[in-house]
Nanobody, 125 residues
Framework: VQLQASGGGSVQAGDSLRLSCAASGRTNGYTGVGWFRQAPGKEREFVAG????????MYADSVKGRFTLSRDNAKNTLFLQMSALTPDDTAVYYCAASNGIITSSMTIPERYDYWGQGTLVTVSS
């Protein structure tokens, strides 16, 4: 599975952005997808994720109510709609896919098998 993230950019606080993650290759094997982010000098952290079995998406507390994860199954594309952005959202955002994710481990980067290259989001005040 190859993942290609896009949609990052430089915005002002309060603005919105939509990130995309296009999957290619053997896309019928993974069971969960998610978004993580890594700010300079910080560890990679979970942002949002969902199991492909149809469960509701899970969100980090810091983005709940502002970010929305969605999928276009026909195009094997994952989206992250981000609104009310703040400077604390500045980071490189990564999409990831897992062959065997379960809900209790969705927030753990090591549980994901495939990673996109990352797209930079910069929010200025």
């Amino acid at each position: 599975v190859q993942l290609q993230a896009s949609g990052g950019g430089s915005v002002q606080a309060g603005d919105s952005l939509r990130l995309s993650c296009a999957a290619s290759g053997r896309t019928n094997g993974y069971t969960g997808v998610g978004w993580f982010r890594q700010a300079p000098g910080k560890e990679r952290e979970f942002v949002a994720g969902v199991r492909l079995s149809g469960t509701n998406p899970m969100y980090a507390d810091s983005v709940k109510g502002r970010f929305t994860l969605s999928r276009d199954n026909a195009k094997n594309t994952l989206f992250l709609q981000m609104s009310a952005l703040t400077p604390d959202d500045t980071a490189v955002y990564y999409c990831a896919a897992s062959n065997g994710i379960i809900t209790s481990s969705m927030t753990i980067p090591e549980r994901y098998d495939y990673w996109g290259q990352g797209t930079l989001v910069t929010v200025s005040s």
